[in-house]
Structures are given as C-alpha cells and as structure tokens.
C-alpha cells in the first residue's frame, strides 16, 4: 500500500469515526448535513503537510458551528 493510499484510507476511517461521533452527540442535526460538514473541513485542509491534526481541527469547527446559534446572536 502506498504512502497516499494509506493516508486516504485514513481520513475515511477518521471522517466515519467523527461522523459517528457527532451524531450520538448531535442526534437532532441530520446524519448527512454533519458528513456533508466533515467531508468539507477535509477538502479544507487537503493540501496540508501535516495530517494527523486534521480530524481535530475539522471536529472543532463543527462542534463550533453545531453549538453557534441559526440566528447568529450569541447565546443569552
């Protein structure tokens, strides 16, 4: 297995663990709107060097934008 493909397989296997992840903890948000988030925090940072960072940075976005109010106030 090459290098690159063994980089590819895992971020699948990690964007699947974070997908699980969130649904438990965001059960109301829809299963494909938060893959649909994870595979976009990846196309992201595609280009960096360093990949063992990426599935943190991309679930602390998304808990970030999960937590953030739809009306963009902050919450009272």
Do not use: N
């Amino acid at each position: 297995m090459s290098d690159d493909s063994t980089a590819t397989a895992r971020d699948a296997m990690a964007q699947a663990h974070l997908a699980q992840s969130m649904q438990a903890r965001y059960p109301d948000v829809p299963a494909e709107a938060i893959s649909e988030r994870i595979r976009s925090g990846y196309r992201r940072y595609a280009r960096a060097k360093v990949r063992d960072f990426v599935p943190l940075l991309v679930e602390r976005e998304l808990v970030a934008e999960l937590r953030a109010p739809a009306d963009g106030l902050p919450p009272r």
